[in-house]
């Protein structure tokens, strides 16, 4: 296979003029073109594009950890400050690393799709169904992570008007890409997952490889936010059906630095945020109702927390370390199936789900199934252990986001810093983050609107 350097950081959607000195420099002929199948198998496995740096803003500004004022006051850059608050300005002069490198990832996936139109399939069938799979998944996942940041939440009264994301198909920077509506840019990554899917193999023995698994989750998650509870229920059932095993937390060290083990049988496509600095485990400190709320023979208790500045700390990551996983693993799809379910009114099968899951969390023998009377008692108690079993992947912001659209389910949060509280109210605009500056001065494209 050719070797290669990574051989352009895409960073904005705009239209990138060339200057005469650029055009002046000379080719390095030490760069190589990718245009085989090992070249742009090389672009998909690329760590540090596909599975690494994933946005992490969503998740420093929900509502599961606090940090102390003398640690808040501290954080660099600026926008860690800010995005901890929720205030009206974030960047202050930064670039968004959250957008910026999705749409790096994004031009990866653009190039190997047209890479790909100039070989011929038939010379290489498994291999290259695998690769445009690949990069359908990636452009598709980087489009949704997007979302849950940089666009209002998925309403389907209004989606069809709001902000939504510049849909890049091409790796061509001249080409101008204007904001598409959150609808179209809903049904981008739907239609991509879609295509994934006929595409992706059943199985990869890396984990950091995208498999059809891996393109269901995505899509039933994709459908949950859209309030699309059957579908989301269809590709969950789809998951469920693939094989992926629950861990059985009593074979877990409790006591370990970090009990989950990298690449554990429960992940189905591994990925992690950017490590920002309110995330790590010296600084935060979990919600103190949330952390009683487990009880005493849930293994999740000791084996995801430690006790820290007068509190409890995260350790809890499916990473097997400090870093913040955020890639897809199947106990999301027995949450998934079992709010759908209880939304539909399937109310014994909804909890059964549930249980299934809890089971193999609690110390053995200690574990009484949940039981309910009334689809709303199931609904509460499903989207409270959603909470609990997701810490920390990058979903409760977006949760947060779709859940605040029904008011029996929305949810004011707080922050206290040195005796200023902090409100975000439900449906709030600053549920939104702004496009950086750089962004909106390069690109002209319209600003979300924050207060």
């Known amino acids: 296979m050719k070797r290669f350097r990574p051989f352009i950081l895409l960073l904005l959607p705009f239209t990138i003029a060339c200057s005469e000195s650029f055009l002046d420099i000379k080719p390095d002929k030490k760069l190589v073109v990718p245009s085989t199948l ?19 803003m969503g998740e ?13 006051n501290t954080l660099s850059p600026p926008y860690l400050k800010n995005g901890y608050v929720w205030a009206k300005e974030i960047w202050e002069g930064s670039s968004s690393i959250d957008w910026n490198y999705r749409y790096q990832q994004i031009f990866y996936a653009n190039y ?6 100039k070989l011929n399939r038939a010379d290489n069938q498994p291999d290259y169904d695998r690769l445009k799979g690949t990069a359908l998944f990636h452009r598709a996942h980087a489009l949704y992570q997007l979302t849950q940041e940089f666009c209002a939440p998925y309403n389907q009264s209004e989606s069809g008007n709001a902000y939504g994301l510049p849909l890049r198909l091409t790796s061509d920077l001249n080409v101008h890409t204007d904001r598409a509506t959150v609808k179209e ?11 994934a899917i006929n595409y992706l193999p059943e199985n990869d023995p890396y984990k950091t490889r995208p498999v059809k698994a891996a393109a269901n989750t995505l899509l039933s998650r994709t459908y949950l ?3 699309e509870y059957e579908k989301a229920l269809l590709y969950a059932e789809a998951v469920l059906g693939a094989g992926y095993k629950l861990i059985d937390f009593n074979s877990l060290k409790a006591s370990a630095a970090y009990p989950m083990e990298r690449f554990n049988s429960e992940v189905i496509f591994h990925s992690q945020m950017t490590q920002f600095t309110p995330l790590s485990s010296s600084r935060l400190i979990m919600d103190t109702t949330l952390y009683r709320s487990y009880a005493n023979d849930d293994i999740r208790k000791a084996a995801w927390f430690k006790p820290a500045s007068g509190g409890y700390t995260f350790k ?3 990473c097997g370390s400090q870093q913040t996983f955020n ?26 789900t549930l249980n299934k899951l809890l089971v193999t969390r609690y110390k053995t023998g200690s574990y009484t199934p949940v039981s309910v009377t009334s689809q709303q008692q199931a609904l509460t108690m499903i989207l409270k252990e959603r909470r609990k079993e997701l810490l920390f992947r990058g979903i409760r912001w977006s949760d947060l986001r779709r859940l605040n659209l029904d008011a029996s389910t929305a949810t004011t949060i707080y922050r206290n810093l040195n005796g200023t509280r902090y409100k ?28």
């Open 38 to 56: 090992n070249d742009l198998q090389g672009l998909l496995d690329y760590f540090d594009v596909h599975n690494s740096n994933m946005p992490g």
């Open 60 to 72: 420093l500004s929900s509502d599961d950890y606090y940090i102390l004022y003398d640690r808040w």
């Open 112 to 117: 190997v799709l047209e890479g790909l139109e």
């Open 185 to 195: 840019t809903y049904e981008r990554i739907v239609a991509d997952l879609l295509d």
């Open 225 to 227: 936010i859209m309030q």
């Open 316 to 318: 809890g990551s499916y």
């Open 327 to 352: 890639g897809i693993a199947v106990d999301e799809c027995y949450l998934t199936k079992a709010e759908c379910l209880a939304r539909n009114g399937s109310i014994e099968e909804a909890i059964n």
């Open 424 to 451: 975000l109210e439900p449906n709030s605009p600053n549920y939104t983050l702004p496009v950086a500056d750089d962004v909106i001065q390069l690109s002209k494209i319209p600003q979300n609107i924050r207060e």
